[in-house]
């Protein structure tokens, strides 16, 4: 018996940084989706084929990269209070270190799938508690959004492992666009750079205070199904990612071709520093506008649309 599940990747409308000091942020899962299937084996192997590798996790010197599928295992079998050898083969279609939670995502499915294949029930609540843990290990401090929204899924408002559904009527009537710039980067590495930025001087605590502001106000506008106000919001909350060291050039070029292009908001999500931006526009666009701009830089681009389900089995 092989034993799948998949979690869909996410995307910070507002608040990313900001939320791993205790301010909220709004993030909806998108359908770009990490599996993961699992099945009975001697040993204890995990292989990915985005990594291109395989390894075993029952031994020595396990490399960093699969050290959270360790911790996983670990976490699942206290739960199922066995130990069995298995094969677990990872497949995602959520870029990795781009900004779309793809590790976190990962995390939930190989937890999901553990649970199934030792036979423990995945309760979402106990899936999000073991994935949140495998964020540390691969991230130190995670704010923990990313593991929430790919568990349950929808158009969430979290603030410190407190989460509520929102309503995602606003965004039905937009076309999501993201760009992909290709340059990878350690989520770890972004969050502890911007934790010392903000050290060096106070005024840093005027403008996380502001940034929790506008996250209230996008959920309002949200829930009034204001897209105009909505964007104006996400564009002020780039900026207030540019003032926190997170932009770059091509992140930048990204933010403004989409403007140009008829975005009403465009914004980083995740990390930054190159990874991905998003642009909301508020009718169909063809994909082929987006060649011009974007396939000369090397960038990539999807149109994603938000999903309300999270984590769940599937078949092989
Ligand atoms: O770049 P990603 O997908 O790992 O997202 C990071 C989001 C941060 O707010 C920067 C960190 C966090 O743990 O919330």
Redesign the pocket.
């Known amino acids: 018996m092989v034993y799948c599940s998949i979690a869909p990747a ?1 995307l ?1 409308l507002l608040g ?2 900001f ?2 000091m205790g301010k909220p ?1 709004l993030a909806t899962a998108v359908d770009l989706y990490a599996k993961v299937c699992i099945e009975r084996s001697d040993e204890k192997w995990i292989e990915s084929s985005n990594l291109g590798e395989k390894t075993r996790i029952d031994s020595q010197g396990v490399p960093e990269k699969f050290r959270q599928f360790q911790l996983i295992a670990k976490m699942v079998e206290e739960m199922a209070g066995v130990e069995r050898g298995f094969y677990a083969r990872i497949n995602s279609d959520i870029p990795v270190s ?6 976190a995502a990962v995390s939930v499915a190989f937890t999901h799938a553990l649970m199934g294949f030792y036979g423990v029930e995945p309760k979402l609540e106990e899936v999000n508690r073991v994935a949140y843990e495998a964020e540390k290990v691969v ?1 130190g ?6 593991n929430t929204v790919s568990t349950y899924g929808g158009l969430l408002y979290y603030r410190k492992g407190v989460f509520k559904r929102v309503d995602t009527g606003v965004l039905d009537e937009c076309t999501i666009v993201i760009v992909d710039t290709r340059i990878r980067r350690d ?1 770890g590495q ?2 502890r750079k911007v934790l010392d930025l903000i050290s060096r001087d106070d005024v840093f605590e005027k403008i996380y205070d502001i940034a929790e502001i506008i996250v209230e106000k996008a959920l309002d506008a949200v829930s009034k199904r204001d897209l105009h106000r909505l964007s104006i919001l996400i564009n002020v909350n780039h900026g207030l990612l540019e003032a926190i060291g997170v932009t770059n050039y091509e992140t930048e070029y990204a933010v403004h071709r989409l403007k140009e292009l008829g975005a009403l908001a465009s914004k980083i999500s ?2 930054g520093l190159g ?1 991905v931006v998003y642009g909301l526009f508020n009718k169909p666009i063809d994909k082929s506008l987006f060649k011009e701009a974007f396939d000369k830089k090397g960038f990539g681009y999807y149109i994603v649309k938000p999903v309300s389900t999270g984590v769940k089995f599937a078949s092989i």
């Not at 401090?141 to 990313?146: F, I, L, Q």
Request: net charge neutral; hydrophobic share 35%.
């Open positions: 996410k910070i990313e940084h939320v791993v942020a781009s900004g779309l939670g793809s590790s991230h401090k995670p704010s923990g959004v990313d989520t972004v969050v995740g990390a990874g």
